[in-house]
Antibody
């Protein structure tokens, strides 16, 4: 059974960089065919696609966030990470990592989500 | 990227059937058979209920079904149960970005 677990600070100051890691267990990030994805949900709102990384390092980021987003992968640790720079209060959200099967919008496994609050 | 259009809320009584629509364009819902539906209970991560328009993952009750006609996809829940009360999101692959989400539909079981 594949499991994903997000980790990182729950509080980030404005203008700083939000950094989260998703640790994958029960399966290998390098197995191919899966796109490792970040999704966020503002309080009381819907889901927002942040971007993905493939194990080879290919990435995609939502154009609305692209200039601030870096997604990376560490296959040796079976982890992938999200960095979001120059954060503001508008970046306060629950951040989820998820696995997309073959880039078909089929997110079959999700992390539990982690709330990140941007505040001084 | 424009979100897919879902009704804000639907409701039904236990045992009844309800449908939730998800309207898109030929660049997403209408152009690909990659529409998925997710159920989200408060404080929980979304859970996949339907993928590739009408496929149910293992463990999802057969009360849940999906369909598509043109640029509109639908999720139907038959034999409504109290535990089905949740927010439902549709998603689709899209030519403009890998994925677009619907705004979510709150299902109330009366």
């Amino acid at each position: 059974q594949v499991q994903l677990l997000e980790s990182g600070p729950g509080l980030v100051k404005p203008s700083q960089t939000l950094s989260l890691t998703c640790t994958v267990s029960g399966g290998s990030i390098s197995s191919g065919g899966y796109y490792w994805t970040w999704i966020r949900q503002h309080p009381g709102k819907g889901l927002e696609y942040i971007g993905y990384i493939y194990y080879s390092g290919n990435t995609y980021s939502n154009p609305s966030l692209k200039s601030r987003v870096t997604i990376s992968v560490d296959t040796s640790k079976n982890q992938f990470s999200l960095k979001l720079s120059s954060v503001t209060a508008a970046d306060t959200a629950v951040y989820y990592c998820a696995r997309d099967v073959a880039l078909t919008a089929n997110f079959d496994y999700w992390g539990q989500g982690t709330l990140v609050t941007v505040s001084s | 990227q424009s979100a897919l259009t879902q009704p804000a809320s639907v409701s039904g009584s236990p045992g009844q059937s309800i449908s939730i629509s998800c309207s898109g364009t030929s660049s997403d819902v209408g152009g690909y058979n990659y529409v998925s539906w997710y159920q989200q209970h408060p404080g929980k991560a979304p859970k996949i209920m339907i993928y590739a328009v009408n496929n149910r993952p293992s463990g999802v009750p057969d009360r849940f079904s999906g369909s598509k006609s043109g640029n509109t996809a639908s999720l139907t829940i038959s034999g409504l149960q109290a535990e089905d009360e949740a927010v439902y999101y549709c998603t689709s692959y899209t030519t403009t970005s890998p994925v677009v989400f619907g705004g979510g539909t709150r299902l109330t079981v009366l």
